[in-house]
Structure formats: C-alpha cells, structure tokens
C-alpha cells in the first residue's frame, strides 16, 4: 500500500503568509513609542551637557573677580578679629608684670624697714652708757604649776636684773620675752642668757646676748 498524504492535517494548518500578517499590530507600537523614548531621553541629557558646560566657566569668572574697592569688599573681611590665643597671652604678660610690680614693692618695704631697724639700735648703742651680759638661771620656775612656770620665768628675770643692776626703769624686748614664751606657758627655759643695756636716763632695756 501506498503512504496517503494526510490532506486533513495539511487543510488545517495555516499557510505561512497568513501567519506573517496576522502578527499583533500592538507590538509595533509598543517597540516604536520605545524607540521615540529613547531618542528623547538622549537630546534631553545633551541639552543638560550643553547648559553644564556653559554655566561652568561663568561661575569660575565670578570667582576670579575681585572688587577693585575697599567699599566692595564684605564687612566680614574688612574686619579682623583678634585670636583668643593672642588676648590670653597679652592677659597672662598683664599678669606677671603686675606680679613683678607687687613682689618690687615688697622687696622696697623690707629694705625700708631694715634701714629703719638699724638706724634704731644705732641710736641706742650711741645713747648705751653700760652693758652687761648675765646668765639667769630658771629652774625656780619649775617647783610652781605647771599653768604658772613661763610667768614666774618672767617674773625671775626682772627680779635679777633689779638686783645686780638697780635700774630706774626696766624694759624687756620682744626677743627675751618670744624667748621665755616659745614652749607656751608650762615648759619655760631652764636658764637665759641676757644683754642689759643702760642709757642716760637710767633705764635698762634686755636683749638677748649674741649666740642664743
């Protein structure tokens, strides 16, 4: 037996032509508006290229000028301010110049005094007539209680030198006195070593000797 063309089949299919012209019309259009997009989008961003490329040496022209006036320049500028650092060390110079000024003066106090002090006992050892040195012994000032010693201490030296001296007035200088004083009231020195000095008038003033 012969093979039979199966004439069905073939009378069913399409023929080719007919399925070239019955593509969707609706892709054409798609791929065409998407075409035309991106043609727009293209002269768009050569349009921005163009404008960027023309604005760019503007700027660096209003950059470079410079106002040929004071008056045109900004007040920022015009104004200087002074830096922090430079006030904070004209303040410290401030300082150690008045420091200085201060510690000068004190220094002239001292030499004042010092002077005034030596022509003082100047005066005194020109109008001294007698001086004696004694050795007065304290230990008396112990048997007394304990809140009585240092005053009877005192009381001993003026009691001594009133009887090995006579004198018309007594006066006792700051020296022996800070001397007997210097333990507080209950531990007074066993002894003391004293300068009596007599002036014309007769009155004895006691320092103490050189050494203590």
């Known amino acids: 037996m012969g093979h039979r063309q199966n004439n069905w089949q073939s009378a069913n299919q399409p023929e080719k032509e007919a399925v070239e012209t019955d593509e969707d019309e609706s892709v054409k259009a798609t791929e065409e508006s998407n075409i035309e997009a991106e043609e727009e989008r293209e002269k768009t961003e050569e349009i921005k290229e163009e404008a960027q490329r023309v604005e760019e040496p503007e700027e660096i022209e209003n950059a470079l000028e410079v106002p040929e006036t004071p008056e045109e320049v900004p007040?920022?500028?015009?104004?200087?301010?002074?830096?922090?650092?430079e006030k904070a060390v004209e303040e410290e110079t401030e300082e150690i110049t008045r420091e200085e000024a201060e510690a000068e003066e004190i220094l002239e106090e001292k030499e004042e005094e010092e002077k005034l002090e030596i022509e003082r006992r100047e005066e005194i050892e020109e109008e001294i007539v007698e001086e004696r040195i004694y050795t007065i012994p304290l230990r008396r000032a112990w048997i007394s209680p304990r809140k009585k010693r240092t005053p009877r201490a005192v009381r001993l030296v003026k009691a001594f030198i009133q009887r090995h001296m006579k004198p018309e007035a007594l006066v006792m200088?700051?020296?022996v006195n800070e001397r007997l004083w210097r333990r507080s009231i209950q531990k007074p020195p066993r002894k003391i070593r004293v300068r009596a000095a007599r002036d014309k008038e007769g009155t004895v003033t006691l320092y103490l000797a050189e050494g203590d």
């Open 75 to 85: 007040e920022k500028e015009a104004k200087i301010e002074e830096l922090p650092e």
């Open 173 to 175: 200088s700051n020296e």
